[in-house]
T-cell receptor, first 111, second 115 residues
Framework: QKEVEQDPGPLSVPEGAIVSLNCTYS??????FMWYRQYSRKGPELLMY????GNKEDGRFTAQVDKSSKYISLFIRDSQPSDSATYLC???????????FGKGTKLTVNP | DAEITQSPRHKITETGRQVTLACHQT?????MFWYRQDLGHGLRLIHY???????NKGEVSDGYSVSRSNTEDLPLTLESAASSQTSVYFC??????????????FGPGTRLTVT
């Protein structure tokens, strides 16, 4: 089993929809949880960063971590065409600088 | 503004040739990483460095090497290019230590084709 599992999609939604993106992981040592956004032919950029169970909100984006279930989610409210990108979850052990990435989910928001 | 750059942005080479991809960051970050990104596999770590003269193998290091002679640069060398190394390569850097958020900043990528 891969350390981080992420449904690659693709996911296509209408503008204004609520989007839910998810990852599961297997290693209990993972303590830091991130979501990166990658536009076509660009490098990934950090979108959300959290290190505890619960929710973290930033504008239209909410990151949710459930350590007991080893499950992380990213919710996008009122999705916009500009949100069309690939979203990658990334997870890190405490004391390590290395990230383990999910395969990424390609999202298209249709006007 | 601080940034991370990669060169070349596109490269076509032949099987068996040695190829070096450059990565340069101006954040003065300790940590630098090389990834490859392939459809169906996501981002996979090739090599990484936590400082000058330090290099470590990642998940998919066979056929690749790196050296770190200064803080700013981590060149990636393909010793003898193979078609299986056709991919998009990303360099990233991060800071660690007290007060460091350890976010990885990515370069724009190098698209390498081995024919």
């Amino acid at each position: 089993q891969k350390e981080v599992e992420q449904d690659p999609g693709p996911l296509s939604v209408p503008e204004g929809a609520i989007v839910s993106l998810n990852c599961t992981y297997s290693n209990s040592a993972f303590q830091y949880f991130m979501w990166y956004r990658q536009y076509s032919r660009k490098g990934p950029e950090l979108l959300m960063y959290t290190y505890s169970s619960g929710n973290k909100e930033d504008g239209r984006f909410t990151a949710q971590v459930d350590k007991s279930s080893k499950y992380i989610s990213l919710f996008i409210r009122d999705s916009q065409p500009s949100d069309s990108a690939t979203y990658l979850c990334a997870i890190k052990e405490g004391g390590s600088e290395k990230l383990v990435f999910g395969k990424g989910t390609k999202l298209t928001v249709n006007p | 503004d601080a940034e991370i750059t990669q060169s070349p942005r596109h490269k076509i080479t032949e099987t068996g040739r040695q190829v070096t991809l450059a990565c340069h960051q101006t954040w003065n970050h300790n940590n630098m990483f090389w990834y490859r990104q392939d459809l169906g596999h996501g981002l996979r770590l090739i090599h990484y460095s936590y400082g000058v003269q330090d290099t470590n193998k990642g998940e998919v290091s066979d056929g690749y090497s790196v050296s770190r002679s200064n803080t700013e640069d981590l060149p990636l060398t393909l010793e003898s290019a193979a078609s299986s190394q056709t991919s998009v390569y990303f360099c990233a850097s991060s800071e660690s230590g007290p007060g460091g958020r350890d976010e990885q900043y990515f370069g724009p990528g190098t698209r390498l084709t081995v024919t």
